[in-house]
């Protein structure tokens, strides 16, 4: 954990109908002294989104190496490479030559998010999905965060429905492919 970083708990539930997955959660998330509140919140949001098997958070902002959240599978072979916010396209090239599956979750406006890569080589880029939420909800979930949280994350055709400390929102999970 880097010095400063402020530890998070969330703990609840996981039901992605969409993909099968159903989990219980209990997530100890270090929010680093330069991630912002959303950041932290997409961070896992995509964690639950993209639940399987060897899921896990990596050294976060403070990692140049990793991603946000990486899968493994059980030789330890990296199979999912994702980023929150807005990564470079040379991040992505390299998570892309890396992983199965690269994939970007973003609190940000998409469409500018997608303007840093536009004619930026990217390998692979028609397999890689940027993935946001509708206008206003993660601010209106980070405005509900506690260290401590108690939380449901819910799916059902890509319909995001996410309980956070007793308040209740939803969203679209909009896709916007690379090419």
């Not at 949001?45 to 899921?55: Q, T």
């Not at 050294?59 to 030789?75: K, L, Q």
């Not at 400390?165 to 939803?170: C, F, I, K, P, R």
């Amino acid at each position: 954990m880097a010095a400063g970083a402020v530890m998070h708990t969330f703990t609840g539930s996981l039901a992605d109908v969409d993909r099968g997955v159903y989990e219980e959660l209990s997530l100890r998330v270090a929010r680093h002294p330069s991630e912002t509140d959303s950041y932290m919140l997409v961070r896992v949001l995509a964690f639950c989104l993209e639940w399987d098997e060897g899921v896990a958070f990596s050294e976060g902002i403070s990692s140049t190496d990793e991603p946000a959240v990486v899968i493994r599978d059980r030789t330890g072979r990296l199979t999912g490479w994702i980023e929150v916010g807005a990564p470079d396209a040379a991040r992505l090239h390299h998570g892309s030559k890396l992983a199965e599956r690269t994939a970007v979750y973003t609190h940000r406006d998409p469409a500018k998010v997608m303007a840093l890569w536009a004619g930026k080589r990217i390998h692979e880029a028609e397999r890689i999905t940027l993935h946001s939420f509708d206008d206003g909800f993660v601010d209106a979930a980070v405005a509900v965060l506690e260290r401590r949280n108690a939380i449901t994350v819910s799916v059902t055709e890509r319909q995001l429905y996410l309980e956070l400390n007793g308040s209740t929102l939803s969203s679209a999970i909009h896709d916007h492919p690379l090419v």
